[in-house]
Every structure is written in structure tokens, then in C-alpha cells.
């Protein structure tokens, strides 16, 4: 995958003001604004100490201290250590306050934005890296949690502070006002400039560790085919190639940060220097007294750290702004595959599915492309089991997934029992609908969770649910989970015992199965199962699950020649539906299918080829007739995957 859906991300949400960008959290924020509120409530009152000790200083020094008054000077010692404990005290209690609703906000943002991941639809994820998903959930709620902890209390304290400092000192005298305010300004534009361009850094740093985690998880997940392909080494040089990227903005936001620190340290010694002067000067013309200059520095010692700071704090807070952004590109995401306004139920579902004229086209396909599904019209009876076959790439996967609305259709529909698909409640038509792939996906969980996944109704322990499990496990010829060292409570999936993809497929078979949906749709899932499973398999569908409908994708021809039916898909329509002998006799692209499918077939099992040449290699202008009877003979040759229909076939022929 390109690193271009970092930008692609980047949506309109940046043109929002900061403020305005920020303001979003508001929901999130509200059940914990009180707590927040303490935190900086106590954070004021520490700074209002902060700021009582250089008065109280003022006070000793030209009372007790000019007049040598021990006692008193020992007094106001005590004075100062008590507000000094007084502050410590207060910040501690701002830590109270503010931890805990900062972790209940991360907490509940991040459980938002994982249902919301389950909700959109597969388009979203298409379009989505699931490595800029994953440094969304957690980096940059991670750094929302730190702003709204540390980084708003203080933003809000620390200008307080300073306005409240500054009055002060306009109080002692204004010309001390003005060398703070003098000497403060430059420092906020520079720390103002530096926010937009640190702003901008930070943004793409972000979106560059997205691409970063993306390239982790591809290269782990991929591992198998990295080493088989010998691409370790390509994986890396392109690994690194990022990572030195995301090192470079990395580096420019150090650079930045280290120009804003040199002013921030500069600014405070120069005036220092000038009030110094300046101080020393009003005590020679008599307008000031020495314990107000030294109470001044005091003061100025005190405000330093929240003048420094207020730079920081931008930053921190556009960095928080980025990262709300980013979150939010996902909530403002639309979902179209929702639930109906009008529902429609269907209580006793019969299993009838039919495609009426559907069309469909993913949202990336050119304007001037035709639709890759391009108006199918397909009736599966109730309880048929129906093989759809067409060549690679001719869009059977897409097929399967518009029943359960993975997809919508782009025009025509799709009905249950004549009802359009999507005026049911979703929950309700994936529970009429269930669907296997081929790639089987199982989860860190024990077989037995992995197999009940869709029966959140029943209680996995009960006896309901062993009965629903062993049914499942049967059909699904997964027989091999009772010789797992602990049976069917074995953890299986990434952090379980591994299994190999035809035991996968099995236990995501039975998934499908245990749901007991009345239609069950199956994207070539038993493709790693050897010929005489996916026979038993199939028998077992057809016989155990005889009221149910099946619609199986299925590269065999062994097991297409078990389908009660088989629809033929060409160029975005289903050309021809009938028995797969009758398709032999009358389609011809069917038999180059088939044909098609017995050479991968025969590839991958190393066997010879029954039908070795696609008729495309047989040459296309070759009369129909003797392909046909080719075709035939080879079938007579093939005496073990004889079925009934091919028998009778060929009885009919001879
Ligand atoms: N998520 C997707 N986004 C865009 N195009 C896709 C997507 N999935 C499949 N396609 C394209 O749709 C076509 C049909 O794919 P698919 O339905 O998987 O065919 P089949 O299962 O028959 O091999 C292919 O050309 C494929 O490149
Ligand atoms: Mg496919």
C-alpha cells in the first residue's frame, strides 16, 4: 500500500480553528468537566500562593529585616515555608483531581472509535490503513488524554497567572509593569509563529507513524511470504526508507523546538538585565524602595515558569488539535450501511435469495469502467445449494458480499423472502445470513468461542451451546479439535496454538454453521481442504443443512459437480444457471472454467490434469461439438468424481 492515504486522510477538518477543532471533545469532556474544573481550580489557588511569597518577602524585609527584628523575621519565615507547603499541597491535589476523568475520557474515546471501526462499513477499510487506525486509537487518544490532563489546566492557569502577576507589578510601579509586558511579547509571537510551523510538523509526523505501524503490521502479518520470497531484505530497505522519513519531520520538530527554547531561555536574562538596570535606576530616583525591587525579582522568578511555559503549551495544544482531527476524520466518516429507518422483519425467514439486476462497482473504479457486477439476476430456492463459478477476478467474492451488505449494491437489489436486504435490521439479516471466506480469520479465543462467535444468544457453556458446537464441528468435518491438547477449550488464533489452513477454514466453516442462519453464503471456503473433505463437507451441507440455502463460491469441480444448481458468472452477469452437467453440454465458457479450475487444480496437487488444456488453448475457433465431445470422454476417464448427474450423463450419451 502507498503512503498517499495520509494525505487522502487529511480531511477537511483542518480548515476548523483550533479552538473550534477542540471544541469536539466536548462530549467526551462533559461528564468529567467538573473534575477537570477542581484541577484547575487548584492549580489557581497553588499559583495565587505562588504569587502571596514574594508580597509576603516584600513585607519581611521592610519590616522585621530593616528593623532586625529576630522573632519576627523567624515568624515570616514560617509564613513563606507554610505557603510553600500550601502550594505543594495544591498541585498534588490538581494531580487528584485531574487523572482520573482524563483516563475516563481516553477510556471512553477509544471505546467510541473501536465500535465505530465495527460499524463502518468494508468500504471504509478498504480505503483505510489499519496501521493509521491503530496510531489513531492509541497514540493520539493517548496524547488528547495528556492535553486535557496537563496540558488545558495549565494553559488556563498559566495566562491567569500572568495577568494576575503582571497587575501586580503595574501595582509596585508601572515602569516594572512595562519591562515584563516589553520583555513577554516577543516571546509569544515567536512562540506563536513557531506554533504554526510546529503544528504542520507535528501533523505529518503523526500521519507518517501511521504509515510506519502500517508497514510493521503488513511485514509481520506477511512474514511467511516475506522469507519464502526472499523480500526480507526489500521489506526492510523499504521500511527504513520510512522510518528515515518520519526520523527527518522528527528532527525538524526538534530543530523547532530547540530555536523556541533559545528564545525562551534568551528573553528571560535580557530582562532580568534591563529590570536590574531599570530597578536600580527607580531606587536612585527615589521612586521605589529596595524590598519592593527585591520583592520584583521574586515576582519574576515566580512568573517565569508560566511565561516559558505558554510556548510549550501552544504547541502541546496543537499538537492535541492534530490529533482530534485525526480522530475525528474517523467519527465524521458517513456510514452508509445502517439500519433502515423503517425495518422490516422477517420472522419466519423461508431462505429465498434473489439478486434482481444488481449492480455494483467499488468506489475506486474508473468513470469510464463498466460495473463489475453489471445487472445479475440470480434466484437461489429455498434450501438449494448453489456453486457460482467464474474465472478469477470475475467478481464472485464481490458477489457473496452483498448479501450480508458488506457492500450495498450500487443499482437493482437484493432480496431475502422478497424483501429488499437492506430494509432489515442489520443485526437481523446476518443473522438470517451468515458467510464463511476463504481467507479464515480466528481470533485469540478457545475453539469453542471462536465457533460461537455468532450466537451472542446463547451462553457458551450451556448445553444448548455443546449441542450447537458439535452439530457445527461435524458438518465442518473439524473432527480434529477433540485431539487438541485441550479439546475444544484450546486457545487458538495469534496468541494460540497454530493451526493449518485447512483445520482454519474448518472452524470458520463451523462458525458459519453454528449461527444456523437460513442462507449461508460461502467465498471458497474449503479451498485448503483436501478433495475428500471437501466432499464430506459438502454432503454434510447438503444433508444436514437441507432446508438451508447455500450459495458457494467453489474452485473444485469435484464439489461444483455436488451443487444441486451452478450459476456461471461472466462479465459482470450471470450467464447461464443449471446443472453442472447441463452447463457442460450447453455453455462453452463454462467448460473453460472448468477446465481453467482443473489445471490450478491439478497445479497445486501436482496431478495430471484431466483437462489439460483451457479450450482458450485449444484454440477459441474450435467447433463447439468437438469440444464438447472431448470434454465428455475425459469426464468417462474421470470415474471416481463421478456424480449421479455426470453417470446418468454419460448413460444418456452413450
Ligand atoms: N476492495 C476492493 N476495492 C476495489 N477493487 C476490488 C476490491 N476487491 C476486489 N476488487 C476488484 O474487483 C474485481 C473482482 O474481484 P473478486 O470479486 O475478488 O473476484 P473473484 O472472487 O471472482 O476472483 C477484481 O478486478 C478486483 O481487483
Ligand atoms: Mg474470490
Do not use: C
Not at 252 to 263: D, M, P, Q, T
Not at 270 to 276: D, E, N, T, W
Not at 316 to 344: G, K, Q, W
Not at 529 to 542: F, K, M
Amino acid at each position: 500500500m502507498s503512503s498517499s492515504s495520509s494525505s487522502q486522510n487529511a480531511t477537511p477538518s483542518s480548515s476548523l480553528s483550533t479552538p473550534a477543532a477542540l471544541w469536539r471533545l466536548k462530549p467526551f469532556v462533559r461528564p468529567v468537566i467538573w473534575r477537570l474544573a477542581g484541577g484547575a481550580a487548584s492549580a489557581l489557588v497553588a499559583a495565587i500562593i505562588a504569587l502571596m511569597i514574594p508580597i509576603v518577602l516584600e513585607q519581611i524585609i521592610r519590616g522585621p529585616v530593616q528593623a532586625g527584628a529576630i522573632d519576627a523575621i523567624v515568624w515570616g519565615a514560617l509564613a513563606v515555608f507554610g505557603l510553600g507547603l500550601g502550594e505543594a499541597l495544591m498541585v498534588w491535589l490538581r494531580r487528584q483531581f485531574v487523572l482520573n476523568p482524563s483516563t475516563e475520557v481516553e477510556y471512553k474515546m477509544r471505546t467510541e472509535l473501536y465500535s465505530r471501526l465495527q460499524t463502518l462499513p468494508v468500504s471504509f477499510h478498504d480505503r483505510w490503513q489499519s496501521g493509521q487506525l491503530l496510531s489513531r486509537m492509541m497514540q493520539d487518544i493517548g496524547l488528547i488524554r495528556r492535553w486535557l490532563a496537563f496540558g488545558l489546566v495549565l494553559l488556563v492557569v498559566n495566562v491567569l497567572t500572568i495577568v494576575i502577576g503582571a497587575v501586580l507589578l503595574f501595582r509596585w510601579h508601572w515602569l516594572l509593569g512595562v519591562i515584563f509586558i516589553v520583555t513577554a511579547i516577543p516571546l509569544w509571537i515567536r512562540g506563536y509563529l513557531f506554533e504554526k510551523r510546529y503544528g504542520a510538523l507535528t501533523r505529518r509526523s503523526q500521519d507518517q507513524a501511521g504509515d510506519l505501524a502500517t508497514s510493521v503490521e503488513e511485514s509481520v502479518h506477511g512474514i511467511r511470504v516475506l522469507k519464502a520470497f526472499g523480500r526480507g531484505k526489500h521489506a526492510l530497505s523499504r521500511f527504513s526508507r520510512q522510518a528515515e522519513t518520519l526520523r527527518e519531520t522528527e528532527m525538524s520538530k526538534a530543530g523547532a523546538i530547540a530555536s523556541i527554547w533559545f528564545w525562551l531561555d534568551l528573553m528571560p536574562q535580557i530582562a532580568f538585565g534591563l529590570s536590574l538596570m531599570s530597578g536600580i535606576w527607580l531606587i536612585s530616583q527615589g521612586a521605589i524602595e529596595l524590598p519592593e525591587l527585591f520583592a520584583f525579582f521574586a515576582m519574576a522568578t515566580v512568573l517565569r515558569w508560566p511565561i516559558e511555559s505558554i510556548g510549550f503549551l501552544f504547541s502541546f495544544m496543537l499538537d492535541a488539535r492534530t490529533a482530534t482531527d485525526r480522530v475525528f476524520d474517523i467519527f465524521s466518516e458517513t456510514n452508509s450501511i445502517t439500519d433502515p429507518e423503517n425495518p422490516v422483519h422477517i420472522a419466519e425467514p423461508r431462505g429465498l435469495l434473489a439478486f434482481e439486476d444488481a449492480h455494483f462497482r467499488y468506489q475506486d473504479a474508473g468513470a469510464s469502467e463498466r460495473d463489475l457486477l453489471d445487472g445479475i439476476d440470480l434466484v437461489l430456492r429455498p434450501g438449494e445449494t448453489m456453486a457460482l463459478v467464474g474465472l478469477t477476478g470475475s467478481g464472485k467474492t464481490t458477489l457473496t458480499t452483498l448479501p450480508t451488505r458488506l457492500y450495498d449494491v450500487t443499482g437493482g437489489r437484493v432480496t431475502l423472502d422478497g424483501v429488499d436486504v437492506r430494509d432489515l435490521p442489520l443485526a437481523e439479516l446476518r443473522q438470517h445470513i451468515a458467510m464463511a471466506f476463504e481467507d479464515a480469520t480466528l481470533f485469540s479465543a478457545t475453539v469453542r468461542e471462536n465457533v460461537l462467535l455468532g450466537r451472542a444468544d446463547l451462553d457458551v457453556h450451556s448445553d444448548e451451546a455443546e449441542r450447537v458446537l458439535r452439530e457445527a464441528l461435524d458438518v465442518a468435518q473439524a473432527a480434529f479439535v477433540d485431539s487438541l491438547p485441550e479439546g475444544v477449550e484450546t486457545v487458538i488464533g495469534e496468541e494460540g496454538l497454530s493451526l493449518s489452513g485447512g483445520q482454519r477454514q474448518r472452524l470458520a466453516l463451523a462458525r458459519a454453521v453454528a449461527a444456523k442462519p437460513k442462507v449461508l453464503v460461502l467465498d471458497d471456503p474449503l479451498s485448503a481442504l483436501d478433495v475428500d473433505t471437501e466432499a464430506l463437507v459438502e454432503e454434510a451441507l447438503r444433508h444436514v443443512l437441507a432446508d438451508t440455502t447455500a450459495m458457494i463460491v467453489a474452485h473444485r469441480p469435484s464439489t461444483v459437480a455436488l451443487a444441486d444448481r451452478v450459476a456461471l458468472l461472466e462479465s459482470g452477469r450471470v450467464t447461464a444457471v443449471g446443472t453442472h452437467s447441463e452447463l457442460l453440454r450447453t455453455s462453452r465458457h463454462y467448460r473453460h472454467v472448468i477446465s481453467s479450475l482443473e489445471a490450478e487444480e491439478a497445479a497445486r496437487t501436482g496431478a495430471i490434469p484431466i483437462i489439460a488444456d483451457a479450450d482458450a488453448d485449444a484454440g477459441a475457433d474450435a467447433d463447439p461439438d468437438e469440444l464438447e465431445i472431448e470434454t465428455t470422454v475425459r469426464e468417462g476417464i474421470r470415474e471416481d468424481a463421478a456424480t449421479e448427474d455426470m453417470t446418468s450423463e454419460k448413460e444418456v450419451r452413450r
